[in-house]
């Protein structure tokens, strides 16, 4: 051990800033989370997610070299989020009450203040070339989530699970832009119900 009064070892050093690097970084994320998702990202500026997060513009750069690593970074958390969601929903051997829970879920999520539908919807309009790194993230996780989609409908016995799975896609899309735009009292129980018809229709002999 140090004696009192000498400067800490480098060793123990690199850890705490590390940490500190980490904590700041997740700070810059939170708030551009916050301020993309409730304002749109072309609206918010660096400066505002700068200033939202406290920190210098030195700082902001130093973590993420471009608005674009910014926004991609952003994404990929609501990603995560997304995923880890789902994927605690589903029920196995049971795809019906997995829908029902899905449904119920962006029942809730619409219903709740600041809800602004989906954030890789929102995100695809605001960036309209198919190349930009921001659309790759959005492609990738609207890729995931029809896989499990799928997955979900050959669990179910669908005939044409892959169409079936479009299908459901399509149904989640309206949820999400009808939860913002219309009425989202509605929305869970019209969702739940429109799962159901897709499941039995592509059941059917």
């Known amino acids: 051990m140090g004696q009192a009064g000498t400067a800490p070892s480098s060793t123990t050093a690199q850890p705490t800033r590390r940490a500190g690097r980490a904590q700041t970084r997740e700070r810059i994320l939170e708030s551009a989370s916050d301020l993309f998702y409730a304002q749109g990202i072309r609206a918010t500026s660096a400066d505002r ?36 969601w789902l994927t605690g929903l589903r029920v196995p051997g049971a795809p019906e009450q997995t829908l029902q829970g899905l449904a119920a879920g962006i029942g809730t999520a619409s219903c709740s203040p600041g809800f602004r539908g989906c954030a890789f919807i929102n995100a695809a309009a605001e960036f309209a070339d198919p190349d930009d790194p921001v ?51 509605t929305v869970g129980e019209a969702l739940g119900g429109a799962f159901a018809s897709v499941i039995a229709a592509a059941k059917a002999p």
């Not at 750069?61 to 997304?82: I, N, P, W």
């Open 49 to 84: 997610i700068i200033e939202m997060a406290g920190i210098t513009k030195v700082t902001f750069y130093r973590h993420f070299r471009t608005k674009s690593d910014l926004v991609v970074a952003y994404l990929e958390m609501q990603a995560t989020g997304e995923r880890a």
């Open 135 to 185: 659309r790759t993230v959005v492609h990738d996780q609207r890729t995931w989530m029809l896989g499990q989609f799928e997955e979900i409908a050959e669990e179910a016995g669908a005939g044409r699970p892959s169409a079936t799975a479009r299908e459901l896609m399509l149904l989640r899309d309206g949820a999400m832009v009808n939860g913002y735009v219309g009425e989202p009292s």
